[in-house]
């Protein structure tokens, strides 16, 4: 039986019952199971493989005063059966049509479990400005917003997908961070957020923004897999689909695997008390501890369902030169070879939290 927060019974509720529903379900677990920090992943495996688990399948507006909306923001470029964001057009790869934000609000869910139903790991103290860079559907926004409704929150995105209806504290921008001009003055926020955005910026946000001891959080979920046994095949799907990624993203100019990157990237922009932490992220039930085999049917769901097509329909067929069939081919395998449960691969959480100087 499906449980209430399945990707599949969630797929079919309207988007704002949803973020309310995950807001509602995503309260501290109780878990003690701490985050990972860097010196501990050469030890990753410690996730032990629960000998139980059968190796067939188990697979259970955009309104603001601070931009100028022009009828491209509102618009979108369909492609391959997905549909894209129209302004500043191609500088982002992934889509953002529904089943696109099914995913995100699915991925939030698991960055969540990881940090022990956090919103974030930097400490926070009446925070009055927050901004949301990359802030996508805005579920981190509205919740973050309703956590500290003394606090102003900004989500700046390039496609105008957020909710109509938000906390009265919430508002959202549509605007290209990589331009050199924000619409935001300088020392503007208590905190800045970035999740998932890192290989799309081409810097990191400037410490001008924040206020003097103005605290920066990052994290990402690197897309490259890893495996500790023998279980992940040469010849697999899976693996022929990184090694296809990772050529086709060097041939477009793009950094995607950003770890080790993002703390030099900080240290090198002058903030201070910069930290590193990591943690190991399970592609499937397969892990014994209840905690990761519950982050990884999560994960499996939104990699198998959304972020190997969303990641890379548009990356192969523009640059990569597959066609739409020969994608969907792949993927199709790929997803089959996914429920059936027997790799015992993982991904890589990083967070990253920063002070700016007084």
């Known amino acids: ?125 009446h925070p009055q400005r927050i901004l949301d860079i990359g802030t996508g559907t ?60 890192c290989w799309n910026l081409r810097n990191l946000p400037e410490s001008s923004h924040l206020k003097p001891g103005g605290l920066i959080e990052v994290s990402e979920c690197y897309p490259r897999l890893s495996c500790d046994d023998d279980s992940w095949p040469q010849d697999s799907q899976l693996r022929t689909w990184e090694i296809e990624f990772y050529r086709i993203a060097e041939i477009q ?16 922009a002058n903030f201070e008390d910069v930290e590193e932490m990591e943690s190991p992220v399970p592609v499937g039930t397969w892990p014994k501890d209840p905690k990761l085999k519950e982050i990884g049917r999560y994960f499996r769901a939104q990699l198998s369902d959304g972020a190997v097509e969303s990641y890379s329909l548009a990356l192969f067929t523009r640059f990569g030169k597959w066609t739409s069939a020969e994608m969907q081919v792949l993927l199709a395998r790929l997803r089959s070879e996914l429920r059936m449960n027997k790799m015992h691969v993982y991904a890589r959480m990083g967070f990253y939290t920063a002070r700016k100087a007084q």
Request: charged content about 20%.
């Open 1 to 125: 039986m499906l449980g209430l927060f399945s990707p599949f019974f969630l797929a079919g509720i309207p988007r704002l019952i949803r973020l309310n529903i995950y807001s509602f379900g995503l309260h501290r677990t109780g878990s003690n199971t701490p985050i990972l920090f860097v010196g501990r992943m050469a030890q990753v495996a410690d996730i032990q493989v629960d000998p139980d688990v059968s190796s067939s399948s188990d697979y259970d507006s955009a309104r603001s005063d601070m931009t100028s909306l022009t009828d491209s923001i509102y618009s979108y470029v369909y492609e391959n059966g997905r549909t894209y964001h129209a302004y500043r057009s191609g500088s982002y790869t992934l889509p953002n049509d529904e089943r696109e934000q099914d995913r995100l609000d699915v991925l939030h869910h698991v960055f969540r479990l990881v940090q022990n139903g956090e919103l974030c790991q930097t400490e926070l103290e």
């Open 138 to 197: 805005g579920i981190w926004a509205i919740e973050i917003a309703d956590q500290f409704p003394g606090a102003e929150v900004i989500g700046v995105d390039l496609s105008p997908i957020q909710p109509g209806w938000v906390p009265p504290n919430v508002r959202f921008v549509i605007e290209d961070v990589n331009q050199p001009e924000w619409s935001f003055g300088e020392g503007s926020f208590d905190f800045i957020h970035n999740t998932e955005a």
């Open 253 to 268: 100019g793009r950094i995607w695997d950003l770890r080790g990157c993002v703390k030099n990237q900080l240290e090198e």
